[in-house]
C-alpha cells in the first residue's frame, strides 16, 4: 500500500493502527516501560548480591574466609579504603560480571549440598577452592587487583626500592598480582607449596 500523505504522516497511522485489541504504537510504549522496569529490576539485584552483607549472608562464608579477611590490609588500614569481597572477586565490567555470577551458581549449589557447611569441611576443600579462585584470576590477568593497584600507576620514589624493582620486573616478565600474592587476603591452604622455596 502506497502512503500520499507523507512519511510522518503514514508512520504515524501505522504506529496508530491497531493489532488484535492495541495500537502498535501502545504495545511499543508498554514494551519500552516494562524494558526499563526490568533492567532497573536486574540492576539492583546484581547490585544487591555485589554487597558484602550478601557474601557474608551465609555462614560457610561469615565463619571462615570473612574472618581472616577481617584480619588483613584490605579490611583495615592506614588509609581507611577497604576492598571488600567483591571488589576482588567480581568483575566490573557487564559481560564478565555475568559470567562470574554464572559461576556463582555453583556456590549456590555447594552451599544447598553442604558441600563446606563445616570449619572441617571448608579445611578439607580449601586448596580446591583457592586452586580454582587464583586459576579464574590468573586468566583475567588480575584484573580486580588492578582496579586498584597498578604497575603503571607505582610510584619508585615512594615505594620501597626493592619492591618497586620487583614490581617491574614482574610487569616485564607478564606476571599478574596472584602470581606472587596468593594468600593476601585469606590463609593459604595447609598443601600449597611456595614455588620459591622448592
Known amino acids: 500500500m502506497e502512503c500520499k500523505t507523507g512519511f510522518l504522516k503514514c508512520t504515524w497511522n501505522f504506529l496508530m493502527s491497531p493489532s488484535a485489541k492495541y495500537s502498535l504504537l501502545t504495545l511499543l510504549v508498554v514494551g519500552f516501560i516494562s524494558g526499563i522496569i526490568f533492567w532497573g529490576g536486574f540492576n539492583t539485584a546484581m547490585e544487591a548480591t555485589n554487597q558484602l552483607e550478601f557474601c557474608i549472608g551465609c555462614h560457610e562464608m561469615r565463619d571462615n574466609v570473612y574472618q581472616e579477611y577481617k584480619k588483613t590490609i584490605h579490611y583495615s588500614n592506614r588509609t581507611g ?46 586448596m580446591e577452592l583457592a586452586t580454582h579462585e587464583w586459576a579464574r584470576m590468573k586468566a583475567s590477568g588480575s584484573r580486580e587487583c588492578r582496579n586498584c593497584h597498578n604497575f603503571d600507576a607505582m610510584s619508585g620514589e615512594v615505594q620501597k626500592q626493592t619492591v618497586y624493582k620487583k614490581h617491574m620486573k614482574a610487569k616485564d616478565d607478564g606476571l599478574t598480582c596472584i602470581d606472587c600474592h596468593k594468600g593476601i587476603a585469606h590463609k593459604l591452604p595447609k598443601e600449597y607449596k611456595d614455588p620459591d622455596e622448592e
Open 81 to 126: 579504603v577497604r576492598a571488600t569481597c567483591p571488589d576482588c572477586h567480581v568483575p566490573k565490567d557487564f559481560g564478565h560480571k555475568m559470567l562470574r555470577k554464572l559461576q556463582a551458581s555453583q556456590e549456590v549449589w555447594g552451599k544447598l549440598t553442604g558441600y563446606v557447611d563445616t570449619p572441617e569441611k571448608f579445611e578439607a576443600h580449601r
